[in-house]
């Protein structure tokens, strides 16, 4: 079997990082983050990154998931994937290396991201995202169109079977 690539696809606090695990555990995939990826660079998204640090990252995260896939090993792509340029050069990728392609899209509301928010800022249990970037990260973010046939998910659904 081929592998595959699947692009999560979500604002902050929609649950990408909880989906990526569960999904990485059914398709015996690998997890490439690039919160993590900004972890190792010394970044923090939530605190605002310049586009030339996201690109750096982009490129770090290319050559993790060309490897893996490569070595015929399944990914899963754990970032916001907020443009559709971004989702559209990850199909293309997976494409190139002959492997499978999904986009899972985690439609949360936004009351639901700022209530999740609250709850994070009580708890701790990640880092927080600041006021101003996760403002303009809800403002921005494109969701999925038709044409890119991605599975859905919202609050409470199961994980999808991919």
């Given at each position: 079997m081929?592998?595959?690539?699947?692009?999560?696809?979500?604002?902050?606090?929609?649950?990408?990082?909880?989906?990526?695990?569960?999904?990485?555990?059914?398709?015996?995939?690998?997890?490439?983050?690039?919160?993590?990826?900004?972890?190792?660079?010394?970044?923090?998204?939530?605190?605002?990154?310049?586009?030339?640090?996201?690109?750096a990252?982009?490129?770090?995260?290319?050559?993790?998931?060309?490897?893996?896939?490569?070595?015929?090993?399944?990914?899963?792509?754990?970032?916001?994937?907020?443009?559709?340029?971004?989702?559209?050069?990850?199909?293309?990728l997976?494409?190139?290396?002959?492997?499978?392609?999904?986009?899972?899209?985690?439609?949360?509301?936004?009351?639901?991201?700022?209530?999740?928010?609250?709850?994070?800022?009580?708890?701790?249990?990640?880092?927080?995202?600041?006021?101003?970037?996760?403002?303009?990260?809800?403002?921005?973010?494109?969701?999925?169109?038709?044409?890119?046939?991605?599975?859905?998910?919202?609050?409470?659904?199961?994980?999808?079977?991919?």
């Amino acid at each position: 079997m081929s592998p595959r690539l699947v692009v999560l696809c979500g604002t902050a606090y929609s649950g990408k990082s909880t989906l990526a695990a569960d999904l990485a555990r059914q398709l015996d995939a690998r997890i490439v983050s690039l919160d993590e990826i900004n972890e190792r660079r010394g970044l923090w998204g939530g605190d605002g990154i310049p586009v030339e640090q996201w690109k750096a990252t982009h490129a770090i995260a290319t050559n993790e998931v060309r490897e893996h896939l490569a070595s015929g090993t399944s990914v899963i792509l754990d970032d916001t994937s907020s443009l559709r340029f971004l989702r559209d050069g990850w199909r293309a990728l997976a494409a190139n290396l002959g492997a499978g392609f999904r986009l899972v899209y985690l439609d949360v509301d936004h009351a639901t991201i700022r209530r999740r928010r609250a709850a994070n800022q009580t708890n701790q249990h990640r880092r927080d995202v600041s006021d101003a970037v996760l403002e303009e990260h809800l403002a921005t973010f494109e969701p999925p169109a038709p044409d890119e046939y991605a599975v859905r998910v919202r609050p409470g659904d199961p994980t999808p079977m991919l």
